[in-house]
């Protein structure tokens, strides 16, 4: 195995401490990404065992030994509104970072390897559920063309963890990503006042992930970096909207400044479309629901803001004004993000305001007559109306008479739609079964659900069984449906 770098270390220690994996009775592979390694450039892995590389999935590597050891980062968050001083990475790890094929830095994260100092009463560990969940889901995202962390493998750890539901296998999920630095490591670093940490944090995110901004003067290269953060964090925001995913869980510590998702325990896609839908168990007020997140993100982005007040200007007043005047001109921006991503599910490729109109039509149609929202989409291409009646038609007549102002031909418009609008995605029941039945020993389901994921506008029956089709293309029967999703962790 190749050596591997890490960039933090060149951050001094308060940032994070190292850590030592657990040692585990019986390490096995149970998934891993081939395709995603190949397309990272990171051969050494195709040419391992999967033996050699369960043991270095887990930080204990058979062959080549870590040139340092593991880290956690620490961080501080928002969680559902409350501050919290100090978060950190309970059960994941930095196992080192990685150059791709383009020469980007990618991060190894292990998460359920061991306690870190930043566990508190957890066990650092991760029952098998959950590290399948972010496998499928993480997978699904990227396959949406959404911003996401990857994931590389999944690894049985021969061991038991304890949680609500009895004791259940545990597992390594090998997660990879652009980065782990999170708008709650700028506000750990705020609320303790240390302003040289804040501004070598800061230094090392423009450095690493946004270099252009290195041409900027000081300190207005502070203010384009939160400018940019901004853009990347609502552009993925409303990227969820057009794919009906509901993230559940949105605190500052789950939100990355490379504007990448993460975290997907108590995530969902919708079914029947609900503009309030929550399924996470712990939202209780819907302050994450599938119409707040936009809302949220902008809440996130005022935090973070706040964080980064002392590096804006020497004049607390002036610094304020400057990142206020920003905050200001977030809600437009993630209309207009929100709107492209909306009007590519129409067929529409110049949006104007006036198309607001029609969207929000069309998705209170969805609502009034509980109709599915991926499949809601998909039958436009059809022009079905049964289910709209003389509203629905109405709407249909609107919307051709959009298209017809474009001068674009039919195939034009349904080529577009059908790259923005999934035949099929990672939905709540599917994954449940598929989670329910890799725990008891069967992974054959989680093969065939990954690799339909994997292909969501175009999908081939081919890689499922014919009597798994149905299951996959349409939603839940009122039997199957889950309402409610969990951290699981």
């Known amino acids: 195995m190749k050596s591997l770098e890490n960039s933090y270390l060149t951050l001094p220690s308060l940032f994070y401490s190292y850590v030592k994996p657990a040692t585990f009775p019986q390490v096995k592979l149970l998934a891993f990404h081939h395709l995603l390694a190949f397309e990272l450039g ?4 195709l040419e391992s065992t999967s033996e050699e590389i369960a043991a270095y999935l887990t930080g204990r590597p058979s062959i080549t030994p870590l040139p340092t050891p593991p880290i956690a980062l ?125 501004k070598l944090l800061s230094d090392y995110c423009i450095e690493r992930y946004y270099p252009e901004l290195l041409q900027v003067s000081l300190p207005l290269r502070y203010l384009e970096f939160f400018k940019m953060v901004a853009k990347r964090t609502l552009s993925l925001v409303a990227k969820w909207m057009r794919v009906g995913f509901i993230h559940g869980v949105m605190n500052t510590d789950n939100m990355l400044v490379s504007g990448e998702t993460i975290d997907f325990g108590p995530c969902a896609f919708m079914d029947e479309y609900k503009s309030g839908q929550v399924f996470s168990s712990i939202d209780q007020g819907g302050r994450y629901a599938y119409n707040n997140q936009g809302r949220i993100a902008i809440w996130n982005l005022a935090c973070l803001a706040s964080a980064l007040i002392p590096l804006i200007d020497q004049e607390e007043k002036r610094a304020e004004w400057l990142l206020n005047e920003e905050l200001s001109r ?57 289910w709209g009646g003389p509203q629905y038609a109405l709407f249909l007549e609107k919307w051709r008479e959009r298209l017809q102002e474009q001068g674009r031909s039919l195939e034009e418009v349904f080529q577009l739609m059908n790259e923005n609008n999934p035949r099929v995605i990672a939905r709540n029941h599917v994954v449940e079964k598929c989670i329910a039945l890799a725990t008891a020993g069967d992974l054959s389901l989680f093969h065939r659900l990954s690799r339909v994921l994997a292909d969501p506008y175009s999908y081939s029956c081919a890689y499922t069984l014919e009597e798994e089709n149905e299951m996959f293309l349409k939603p839940p029967t009122s039997e199957d449906r889950v309402y409610k999703t969990f951290c699981g962790t």
């Open 330 to 386: 977030c809600s437009l921006l993630f209309e207009e993000f929100w709107l492209k991503e909306m009007a590519c599910k129409f067929g529409i490729f110049n949006p104007k305001t006036s198309d607001v109109l029609l969207v929000r039509e069309f998705l209170a149609l969805l609502e009034k007559h509980q109709v599915d929202f991926t499949l809601g989409f998909r039958g436009l291409m059809g022009g079905e109306s049964a």
């Open 74 to 198: 620490a961080y501080a968050g928002h969680q559902f509104g409350h501050f919290v001083e100090q978060l950190g990475d309970g059960r994941a790890m930095v196992l080192g970072t990685r150059k791709d094929r383009q020469g980007r830095a990618r991060d190894l994260v292990l998460k359920g390897a061991g306690q870190t100092p930043f566990s508190r009463r957890g066990d650092g560990r991760c029952p098998l559920g959950p590290a399948l969940r972010e496998y499928v889901v993480s997978e699904a995202m990227h396959a949406l063309k959404i911003p996401s962390t990857r994931a590389l493998a999944v690894v049985l750890t021969g061991e038991k963890v304890l949680r609500e539901v009895g004791t259940v296998p545990g597992a390594v999920i090998t997660r990879v990503a652009f980065s782990h630095i999170r708008f709650g490591s700028f506000e750990y670093f705020a609320h303790r006042k240390d302003y040289v940490a804040l």
């Open 42 to 45: 990171w051969s050494d892995f």
